[in-house]
Structures are given as C-alpha cells and as structure tokens.
C-alpha cells in the first residue's frame, strides 16, 4: 500500500482523505492495468511561494483526447472540471515543494468477464506527491543499456497510449538494467531502431545536429519531447531533426539524453558501456537544463503561458 505522502486525493468529482482514495482488487484497473493515466509536474518557484503546473493543457489534453479516446474510455467529468480538480488538490494539500501529480480514468467495479465499457464503471482519480530532483544523476548522468526486449508498437499496444499495462514492457526493461547493473534502458522498437527509455523519450546529439525519433518510432508522443524541440530551436537556434536511430549511433554520439516529464532533461554518459562523447555531462544538455529548469521555476516571462500557477 502506498503509503502516506498527501492529505488529500481527487477521486471521482470530490476531494477524499488519501486513505479513501481506493478500489476493490477485482476492478479491471487493478487486474489487468485497464487505465490511462498522465505524469505532470509542478514546480516551485525559487522563493517556494508559488507552484507552477507545467504544460497542464498538452497533458491533460493528451489523456482525454487520445489516451482515452483511443481506449474508449469515457468519464463523466470533463477535462475542464478534472483540470479545476487537480489544481484545488494541490492547493488543499497546501505544497510548496516539487511535485508529481498523477491524474488516471481507469475501469473500476462492474460486470465481471466483460470488456463492454457500458457495463464496467469508469472513474477519475487525482493524485499528487512531493518529487524532489536527483541532483546526483540529474547532474551527474545516467549509465544505460540497451534493452534485450523490444519495444511495444502501434499495431498491437499503442505506445501512443499512456495506459498503465504499457508500462510492463518499460519495467521488463528496467529492470533487465538495474539488475545488470545499469541505472536505466534505452528500448529498440520492433524494426531495431531506438525507441524510447522506460519512462522517457531519447535525444542525441551527433555530428552537430539534434536528433530523436519520429513519433511512429513506437514512442509516446512527449510533451517534454515536443516542448525541447521548439526550446532548441527558439533558444539555442537547432533545428531538431526527427529521423530513426540506430544502436550504434548511440556508441558514437557526442551526447544522449532522455527527456520526459519525471526524467525532466536527463543526462546518459554511457551507453552498453561506451562512454558518450567524452563520458561526462556535454554543454548542449546542460544548457538545455538550464533553460527548462528556469522556465519552469517561472523564471522567463517569455514561457508563462505554459505555467498554471497554484496560488
Ligand atoms: N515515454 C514514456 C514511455 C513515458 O512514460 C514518458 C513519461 N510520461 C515519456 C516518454 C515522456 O513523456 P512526457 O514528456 O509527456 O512526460
């Protein structure tokens, strides 16, 4: 049982005590993952008087026009009325600190053996815990590997979708890694191109350019992903080049990264062992950290439209 980390959830239209946030074990969200869900951020401002939602509209966009969509899960309560949820969550919690906030439309109790939506309940849940950064790998890099196992792909599991039965084949390769010693994966689609990490989608720096796979690379379409390709354009004036990449690009890149809403910008020195560029962090990620941590801390007024400011 997850243990206590807020006062409160949003569950189902009301606010409940974090205790009450629950579901019975024969729900189909708990025996077969049968949700979508989304991992949003908020920071707080240097001084910790504000929190800034960042990108609420693309995630919870996201989760209800192709993440449930595609589903076909429908829940009574708008997006509009999940996104009011979510921010008078964060203020009864009364944070002021980073954190993680979960939003999840999930089948619940209901006609058991059925997969017909009608005759399964549907319910929204709202959680939010603190998240602080991990300055020792987010500064410091990650060591990967490439995965044994394949990626996912649109014709069978839609990486597209942010459901949580996806998120198995992410563990799979987790935890391939962690137990090989690795702190994390980079995941070949099923055409033996890089896909994504477990959790995060992959960037590379080669040759002068920026590249990163397409978004039919069997990837789920990133709001980090998406908002670093205009900030490399916008900021520093590289054009990102979206094109498959292969394995052994990696080994000879001059930098890799993974970028996602937990991962934020995250740094890889060293890919199946082969040092990235020169095996430290490179200046083209760490000036991109630097970019995106001011501009969601509120820091550039440029970007304000992509906070939603707590208090
Ligand atoms: N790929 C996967 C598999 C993920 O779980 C995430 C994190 N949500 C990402 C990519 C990054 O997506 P986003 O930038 O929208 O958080």
């Not at 074990?25 to 910790?48: H, L």
């Not at 899960?73 to 969550?89: D, H, N």
């Not at 563990?171 to 962690?178: D, I, L, N, V």
Request: aromatic share 10%; glycine share 10%.
């Amino acid at each position: 049982m997850a243990g206590k980390t807020a006062r409160y959830a949003w569950m189902n239209g009301e606010l409940v005590a974090w205790e009450d946030a629950t579901v019975h074990v024969r729900t189909d969200s708990f025996m077969y993952g049968a949700n979508v869900f989304e991992g949003i951020r908020a920071y707080a401002s240097p001084d910790k008087t504000q929190l800034y939602v960042f990108k609420s509209a693309e995630h919870m966009g996201r989760l209800f026009n192709e993440s449930m969509k595609i589903l076909r899960i429908e829940v009574p309560w708008s997006e509009a009325q999940t996104t009011a949820g979510m921010l008078e969550l964060l203020r009864a919690n009364e944070f002021h600190e980073d954190v993680h906030i979960r939003p999840s439309a999930f089948f619940g109790g209901g006609e058991a053996h059925t997969f017909d939506p009608k005759k399964i309940e549907r319910g929204f849940v709202i959680t939010a815990v603190p998240r602080p950064q991990n300055p020792d790998t987010l500064w410091g890099g990650f060591h990967v590997c490439v995965s044994s196992w394949r990626r996912i792909g649109d014709e069978m599991m839609p990486p597209r979708v942010k459901a949580g039965a996806n998120y198995l084949n992410g563990r799979y390769a987790f935890m391939e890694a962690r137990v090989e010693g690795y702190q994390s994966a980079i995941i070949l689609n099923q055409n033996g191109k890089v896909a994504e990490g477990p959790g995060a989608c992959v960037m590379m720096v080669r040759k002068g350019e920026v590249v990163t796979p397409p978004v039919t690379a069997g990837i789920l379409e990133s709001v980090t992903r998406a908002t670093l390709i205009q900030l490399f354009r916008d900021e520093m004036g590289i054009d990102v080049v979206q094109r498959d990449i292969d394995r052994t690009e990696l080994y000879v890149s001059d930098e890799v990264f993974f970028c996602g809403t937990g991962s934020e910008v995250q740094p890889i020195i060293s890919v199946d062992k082969y040092s990235v560029g020169t095996g430290e962090v490179g200046p083209i990620v760490k000036r991109m950290q630097e970019i995106y941590f001011e501009i969601a801390r509120g820091g550039n007024d440029k970007y304000s439209a992509w906070l939603t400011p707590v208090y």
